[in-house]
């Protein structure tokens, strides 16, 4: 059974840093690319970015480019997302997902159940 | 930012067909795939159909997808209550390199 289950989330102040974790089991990680998708409170889906099975490709969403970085640790069978100069418009559930194939924007076909993370003063 | 815009709302009794449009350009719906997600209240999304036409395993046949030149439409026919949902399409965009998401489309059966 796939599982993903995210990390890391919380409040955090402005211009400030926090590092989400998804875990993730019951398939070969490193076969798959995997993304970052985040929905504000009473809002709709934001794709974050995206990275390759093997880690050697990323894609980011301008709104957190420069800002966010992606990684993952497939000995680890680990996703993280570092976010760095932390804004009150990034508070917003944060969902890890896996796609369907080893590289590009093939369709998700996993979600996890999302870390919520809270930018406040 | 959303560059695949969807209606807001779609409506009908049980029973009925609704469909849900979802209006893109030639840089993501034209050239790319188009995968169609439901999100029930309080939980994550969840993949309905993927590649424009596939319904992603175990989803019933009443939902199908389609796609012409810009655009794509999800429809949902025999309307159930337990279809009150979120609905959001999503491709990849060539110019931006960056996937989208459309605005989302709450189904409310009456």
């Known amino acids: 059974e796939v599982q993903l289950l995210e990390s890391g989330g919380g409040l955090v102040q402005p211009g400030g840093s926090l590092r989400l974790s998804c875990a993730a089991s019951?398939?070969?990680?490193?076969?798959?690319?995997m993304s970052w998708v985040r929905q504000a409170p009473g809002k709709g889906l934001e794709w974050l970015s995206l990275?390759?099975?093997?880690?050697?490709?990323?894609y980011y969403a301008e709104s957190v480019k420069g800002r966010f970085i992606i990684s993952r640790d497939n000995s680890k069978n680990t996703l993280s997302l570092e976010m760095t100069s932390l804004r009150a418009e990034d508070t917003a559930l944060y969902y890890c997902?896996?796609?369907?194939?080893?590289?590009?924007?093939?369709?998700?076909?996993?979600w996890g159940q999302g870390a919520l993370v809270t930018v406040s003063s | 930012q959303s560059v695949l815009t969807q209606p807001p709302s779609a409506s009908g009794t049980p029973g009925q067909r609704v469909t849900i449009s979802c209006s893109g350009s030639n840089s993501n719906i034209e050239s790319n795939h188009v995968h169609w997600y439901q999100q029930l209240p309080g939980t994550a999304p969840k993949l309905l159909i993927l590649?424009?036409?596939q319904r992603s395993s175990g989803v019933p046949d009443r939902f199908s997808g389609s796609k012409s030149g810009t655009s794509a439409s999800l429809a949902i026919s025999g309307l159930r209550s337990e279809d009150e949902a979120d609905y959001y399409c999503?491709?990849?965009?060539?110019?931006?390199?960056?996937?989208?998401f459309g605005t989302g489309t709450k189904v409310t059966v009456l």
């Open positions: 990275i390759s099975g093997g880690g050697d490709q990323s």
């Open positions: 999503a491709a990849w965009d060539d110019s931006l390199s960056v996937e989208v």
């Open positions: 997902a896996k796609r369907s194939r080893p590289a590009g924007a093939y369709a998700v076909d996993y």
């Open positions: 590649a424009d036409t």
């Open positions: 019951g398939f070969v990680f490193s076969n798959y690319a």
